[in-house]
């Protein structure tokens, strides 16, 4: 962040601040508000927080208008089609990306982390089997300080460190576990001899009493999946890892924040919502009725899985996704897919008819990333779990830099109060 050499002049009143503009490397200039409060007697009101930069941060840059996408200065596309995801993940927490050698030292260290306590074992024994695998993550995650003490050293780079690859490393193998326990399955321990994706996969599906054998395909697949979701900039998880490391909780309390943060439908369950959007369609007969109800506002339907909060443009992302999706499906023999036609039937709505253009509603990336999961067999209740898996790199990357911030002070947001003036308590005797 530099200064711009411009200053925003607010007068209210009788009053006037001066407010000092800066600018970014990338993207618009921004108006500093941190002195009209002294200057003014007043503060600023933004719901959502869709107006105002609540951190400076070096790792993502979305420009949502013409639909960019930057990890650390490169785009999407590249990292997503050249790179693998523990490259990225290097990337995002290091600020550059590692050469052969750091590489194979960062995937070394990993692979030494990727085993849990046995006595977080037991830790699945005390859920219920029908338990949602985000509760099973949340609290299992969370529960990791009371294993690593050392955790709570956040002042210490070296303990900041070891954190976020226990976290990188461990969450795959919880994750799998996750699954195991609500099917009833033995738990499969981690190899190292497998990749990042091929060792979460093996956990996911591998049998005691048979070999798995790793498709490169679909670990290609979910290697790029992991790629697209590992970092947004300050969406609403990222932003409560964030306020959450503010005060100077563990990393672990900060990430179990984070999953309940994305827990939430209107976050992370989108590619979820688009299973269950296609299977109400039920064929392309039904898609012209279905349109017809999205376009009018008392109906109450939603097209999910198009447009998105910040990409006014085309998500760069979903492209990927799309072409991934027909790489599973023809690797997996899937011809002709009922939810696979729908999809594509609906993508041309979109892009040519003039009410969803006119709206920027296009494709995002989880309207394929749904039927690129349940094609590899992973169940809708796991899709926010491999979310999160993905997204653990970015949250502790951006926990990092919070952390290591010069003058990082604690979240605290204000508010416009519109509840009851002061009054005098009645005792109750007196309330009738």
Request: proline share 5%.
């Amino acid at each position: 962040m530099t200064e711009s050499g411009k200053v925003a002049t607010v007068s209210l009143e009788g009053k006037t601040a001066s407010l000092p503009v800066h600018s970014g490397t990338l993207g618009p200039d921004v108006l500093d508000i941190r002195k009209i409060t002294a200057g003014l007697g007043v503060f600023t009101f933004d719901p959502g927080y869709g107006e105002t930069a609540s951190c400076t941060s070096k790792i993502t840059f979305i420009d949502g208008d013409k639909g960019v996408l930057l990890h650390r200065g490169y785009p999407i596309a590249q990292l997503a089609e050249q790179a693998t995801f523990t490259e990225v993940a290097y990337l995002l927490l290091n600020g550059e990306l590692p050469t052969g050698t750091e590489h194979d030292g960062f995937v070394e260290t990993l692979k030494s982390h990727t085993l849990l306590h046995e006595q977080i074992r037991n830790f699945f024994n005390g859920f219920r089997r029908d338990a949602h695998p985000m509760a099973i993550l949340c609290g299992t995650v969370g529960a990791l300080s009371a294993f690593y003490s050392d955790a709570n050293d956040i002042s210490n780079a070296a303990s900041r460190n070891l954190s976020a690859m226990r976290l990188i490393a461990k969450l795959p193998t919880i994750a799998a576990w996750a699954y195991k326990y609500t099917q009833g399955e033995a738990f499969i321990y981690p190899r190292n001899d497998l990749t990042y994706a091929e060792n979460f996969l093996s956990m996911m599906f591998a049998h005691p009493s048979e070999p798995y054998k790793i498709n490169p395909i679909l670990a290609r697949a979910m290697d790029r999946i992991l790629i697209l979701h590992a970092d947004h900039e300050q969406n609403a998880s990222t932003s409560t890892v964030r306020m959450a490391g503010s005060t100077g909780a563990n990393p672990f309390a900060c990430v179990a924040a984070g999953i309940a943060a994305l827990w939430g439908p209107a976050h992370g369950g989108a590619n979820e919502a688009v299973l269950k959007m296609l299977a109400k369609i039920g064929s392309k007969e039904n898609i012209p009725e279905f349109i017809a109800q999205v376009k009018d506002k008392n109906s109450g339907v939603r097209l999910m899985g198009f447009g998105h909060r910040v990409y006014k443009n085309f998500d760069p992302r979903a492209k990927i996704m799309q072409a991934t999706c027909h790489e599973v499906l023809g690797e997996l023999g899937i011809k002709d897919d009922p939810l696979l036609d729908l999809a594509v039937e609906l993508e041309k709505i979109a892009i040519h008819d003039e009410y969803f253009v006119k709206r920027s509603l296009y494709p995002n990336v989880d309207f394929y990333s749904g039927i690129i999961l349940k094609a590899m067999g992973i169940p809708t209740s796991m899709f926010t779990v491999l979310f999160a898996l993905a997204r653990t790199t970015g949250w502790i990357s951006q926990w990092k830099e919070m952390i290591e911030e010069p003058g990082q002070r604690i979240s605290r947001p204000r508010q416009l109060y519109t509840g009851s003036p002061e009054r005098d308590f009645v005792p109750l005797a007196k309330r009738g």
